[in-house]
């Protein structure tokens, strides 16, 4: 039973020091997800989702993934010469942020299994690469809504 023990107990030792952040570049991720909304959808079966996604940490980490109670597939999408497309994954740099807003980066709910009205909250989990998965309660807003702007 003793090695199993000390094993256990260097294993927690290292992940704590790991935590501290040395500052020799092996510091994790540290994101945290604001702003998340979701325009009340005009469809019955697409809705889109924008939140701000930011990270503190001093390596980058990708979204690889999102999915919600509410629809068949989410979809990360961004805007190209006002054409949009899917991306497979979509990079957090270190010390930066990536921002879904409207006419650029967004969330594409499809196969929906209900119609979110405004004043619903809509649960959405995101995956990441290297940080646990992060869920976001994202507010149902009016079709029109736009929030306010940060500057430019
Ligand atoms: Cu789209």
Known sequence: MRRPAALAAGLGLALALAGCGSGDG???PELTVSGAYMPQPVSD?????????????????RLT???????????????????MREVKNLAVPADGSIVFRSGGNHLMFEKLKQKPKQGDTVTVV???????PVTVEMPVKAATYTPAAHGH
Do not use: K, P
């Not at 079966?45 to 980490?61: C, P, R």
């Not at 597939?73 to 961004?78: A, D, G, K, M, N």
């Open 45 to 61: 079966s697409m809705a889109a989702g924008f939140l701000t996604i930011t990270n503190d940490g001093s390596a980058q980490d």
């Open 26 to 28: 092996d510091q994790g």
């Open 65 to 83: 993934s999102v999915t919600s109670d509410i629809a068949g597939t989410v979809t990360v999408h961004e805007t190209v010469d006002s054409a």
């Open 126 to 132: 995101l995956h990441f690469a290297d940080t646990d």
